[in-house]
């Protein structure tokens, strides 16, 4: 088939170049194995099933297991203000964990002591048949599953027994052992705050008569009874009304005394000065001036009348002229001693009102300071006031806020909710056992694991087998071109009871015969014209079949009219003689004596070509045989007569072949190959393993060698394999070809 076959094709440069198969393994190749080891799969997985539902058996008979389940409800984490009606929202998180942590307090090691304490556990039958404390914890830390449910608001306690009824009595022994035990944790919790509150609020009460004490010392300190700090301006103390009166009238007698200063200045400027409009009106509202100025106006009337009758010059005019100045000069000195007069009396009396006003001041002042003085004291009073009445404060809002919690804790105290879990469900007695002892999982089970394993078997033993058994490994492991694959010829009963060395030339009917002829069709390919004449087979190890190989290569050369030299190149193991007797065709003395000339005598030069060279018994098939064992055999492989030897034959005959000795084993092969056109190594399929075929390839290459390719021997055939169907398809046709031939 193509899958398991190298294909030969012609390359750019002429030559055939033959590829090796892919090294992945084909569905085909899959179907391949499993068609190999059919027996083995069938075998194991009848095994697997009777083995699962032994187990089955023995385990629900033997090992018989119930599982028995109860549920607690567990509430919220946070404790709720039992004086709030609104519900207080929890995150989901929180929840599972809180769950959590309570499934864990259920499984640690001293919850399940406690159990194993209870006389209800004692009774079981369970409990007398796990002896000891420690095993007895061991079974329940491995059986007694504690299970958080994320989604919902419970926790699931179950336990796997023998018993069924035992299985429900234990647990619902532990879930109401864990409730009572929680409850009375959380109530004795509870309790404490609650007594620890009351506690506080006696400390609290007294640190709140102490705050009052020191209150009513400073009141006492200081002589006040209005220390408490005014909530609005609208009250305030006496001290400071007083001080905050005595502050504007300072303010208002400044402003006086100021105006004063001022009007002393102007007033003493006006004592220098003309009169003033303020000091004329004065002088005119004089009742001695208001006189004189009638006489005045009297004695301008009388003189203008007089002016009018008698003239300026008239004696009455005159002397009433002269009345006129008198008066109006005793007007005008009245009226300087009046603005005088005034001037010096406003003068005296600013002064006089500044003295009053700066003594009022000294006196404000005084009072003032004796004022700003009680208000500091009051100020400090105050601060210390306010200072305790801050700690009384606190005091009386910490009194009330542990009012609050005592009374709060009283009814979370009383609260049948408080310990956060309840019971939710009872275990009740199971009638099923648990999966694990149901038939219907065993057998398909059984079945499935003992068809996996006998499949993994297989592969495993074909992944084990290290040999080169087919043409896929030649491509996979040795990227070598396959030259032809030879069957096993215990397959071939064709070849049954003939030497496998001959049997080309005895049974050339047989398909180990077509294969060697379809190696020799494959070899010529694979060269071009006469450039592979001398070709070198040889193995890894000794006993892979080389010489077979060799031997019938010569003779499907010799079937195609062909003049063939197979020399036997192996000096330690020479088998040519054995195969090819002398007594058959070789030469004879003139006493009739065999001449027992070989390989060995003509390189050391005790013969010629033409004496060493004889007849095979097989027309066109010439043989050298090996000789005797000279002591320097590598020497004389790589010497220049076997060169000679090689160059001269070239002539004579159209192909030589060389049986070599095994490369792994010895250097000689080694020698060869630089000698010949190409060389062909031979694979065993039931002896060579991977690991050696690729050293003598690796041995060949570094010496340079043409390795035009192998040849793989005795390839056995494989269930689902190319030789089932060649050997078919080969034998039915030579069914055909025999019976045409005979009717003919």
């Not at 009283?410 to 019971?423: A, F, G, L, N, S």
């Not at 007797?581 to 013969?607: A, H, I, M």
Request: net charge neutral.
């Amino acid at each position: 088939m193509a899958d398991e076959r190298t294909t030969a094709v012609r390359g750019q440069s002429g030559r055939a170049v033959l590829r090796p198969a892919s090294a992945a393994m084909t569905p085909k190749e899959v179907l391949g194995v499993l068609r190999r080891h059919m027996l083995l799969i069938i075998l194991l997985t009848i095994i697997g099933l009777a083995a699962g539902g032994g187990t089955c058996w023995l385990l629900r008979t033997k090992l018989p297991r119930f599982v028995a389940s109860a549920y607690i409800e567990v509430l919220p984490p946070i404790q709720t203000d039992p004086m709030a009606f609104s519900p207080t929202l929890v995150q989901k998180d929180i929840r599972y964990g809180n769950r959590l942590s309570i499934a864990n307090m259920i499984k640690q090691q001293g919850t399940l002591e406690n159990l194993l304490s209870r006389q209800a556990v004692k009774d079981t039958q369970w409990f007398k048949q796990v002896n000891g404390l420690p095993q007895q914890v061991k079974y329940l830390t491995k059986y007694l599953n504690v299970v958080a449910n994320r989604d919902a608001d419970y926790i699931e306690v179950s336990m796997a027994c023998r018993d069924a009824k035992e299985a429900a009595d234990i647990v619902n022994e532990m879930v109401a052992m864990f409730i009572d035990s929680y409850g009375n944790r959380k109530q004795q919790e509870v309790a404490s705050k609650l007594a620890e509150l009351k506690t506080r609020q006696g400390r609290v009460q007294e640190d709140l008569r102490t705050a009052e004490k020191a209150l009513e010392d400073v009141r006492t300190a200081w002589q006040l009874t209005d220390l408490e700090v005014p909530k609005t301006n609208y009250l305030k103390n006496t001290i400071t009304m007083k001080l905050d009166q005595l502050e504007l009238e300072k303010s208002d007698l400044e402003i006086a005394i100021k105006q004063l200063e001022a009007d002393i200045g102007v007033y003493s400027d006006l004592a220098q000065g003309p009169i003033s409009v303020q000091i004329q009106r004065i002088v005119e509202t004089d009742p001695v001036m208001l006189a004189l100025k009638q006489q005045v106006n009297f004695t301008e009337a009388s003189l203008a009348g007089l002016l009018t009758k008698f003239g300026e010059n008239h004696r009455e005019v005159r002397q009433l002229q002269e009345l006129k100045d008198e008066i109006q000069l005793r007007w005008d000195i009245r009226a300087g001693e009046i603005g005088e007069q005034t001037r010096q009396a406003n003068l005296a009396d600013a002064k006089d009102r500044l003295t009053i006003y700066k003594q009022r001041f000294t006196e404000l002042e005084r009072l003032r300071q004796e004022a700003i003085a009680k208000q500091k004291d009051l100020d400090m009073a105050r601060i210390q006031y306010a200072q305790r009445a801050v700690i009384r404060d606190e005091r009386i809002a910490m009194l009330d806020e542990i009012k609050k919690s005592i009374e709060k804790m009283t009814i979370v105290y009383e609260d049948p909710e408080t310990p956060k879990v309840r019971h939710l469900s009872d275990a009740i007695k199971p009638i099923e056992q648990v999966m694990s002892r149901q038939w219907w999982l065993w057998f398909p089970g059984g079945t499935i694991l003992g068809f996996l394993f006998s499949v993994g078997l297989a592969f495993l033993v074909e992944v084990a087998n290290d040999l080169v058994r087919t043409p896929k490994d030649v491509g996979k492991y040795l990227n070598i071109p396959l030259l032809g694959v030879v069957p096993d010829a215990s397959e071939d009963r064709d070849v049954r009871g003939i030497d496998l060395t001959r049997v080309v030339s005895l049974a050339p009917y047989s398909l180990v015969s077509e294969a060697y002829r379809q190696c020799r069709t494959n070899l010529k390919l694979s060269g071009s014209g006469k450039s592979l004449k001398t070709l070198l087979v040889t193995s890894g190890s000794a006993g892979d079949g080389k010489t077979c190989v060799a031997i019938n290569l010569a003779t499907a050369y010799v079937a195609e009219d062909k003049k063939v030299l197979l020399i036997d190149a192996n000096f330690r193991q020479p088998t040519t003689e054995k195969l090819f007797p002398k007594g058959e065709s070789g030469r004879l003395d003139n006493e009739g004596l065999s001449v027992g000339f070989g390989l060995s005598s003509l390189l050391v030069g005790q013969c010629g070509a033409q004496e060493a060279i004889r007849s095979s018994g097989i027309e066109g098939l010439d043989i050298i045989d090996a000789g005797l064992l000279p002591p320097n055999p590598a020497e004389l492989l790589g010497s220049i007569r076997m060169a000679q030897l090689l160059s001269e034959q070239r002539n004579n005959y159209d192909f030589i072949i060389i049986d070599s000795p095994p490369v792994l084993l010895i250097s000689d092969a080694k020698v060869l190959a630089k000698r010949v056109d190409a060389t062909v190594v031979v694979f065993n399929a039931s002896a060579t393993r991977r690991g050696a075929a690729q050293r003598t390839i690796r041995e060949l290459e570094e010496v340079d060698a043409v390795v035009v390719g192998c040849v793989l021997l005795a390839a056995p055939s494989l269930k689902g394999g190319y030789f089932q169907e060649q050997y078919k398809s080969y034998r039915r046709y030579q069914e055909k070809l025999q019976a045409t031939g005979a009717g003919a």
